[in-house]
């Protein structure tokens, strides 16, 4: 069975919006799970102060944070 690792968490929605389409395009699996009551905000208020964990392979980490490493250039 394949181990999954957390690889980021935001509470931005407009990354996660960036980030789980690159992965996908990329061939990366990966989990999406809402932290607290998130997911509930996100229907009903479309925000989510929570944050969002994203899990993916942990055989496909590094390619994942290449991928993504362009979010932190600017801090």
Do not use: C, W
């Amino acid at each position: 069975m394949e181990k999954n690792f957390k690889l980021f968490r935001t509470v931005n929605q407009d990354e996660a919006r960036i980030i789980i389409p690159l992965l996908e395009d990329n061939d990366i699996p990966l989990v999406k799970k809402h932290r607290d009551a998130g997911g509930i905000m996100e229907v009903y208020m479309e925000m989510n102060l929570y944050g969002i964990d994203l899990y993916i392979p942990e055989d496909k980490f590094e390619e994942a944070e290449q991928l993504i490493s362009f979010l932190n250039e600017d801090k």
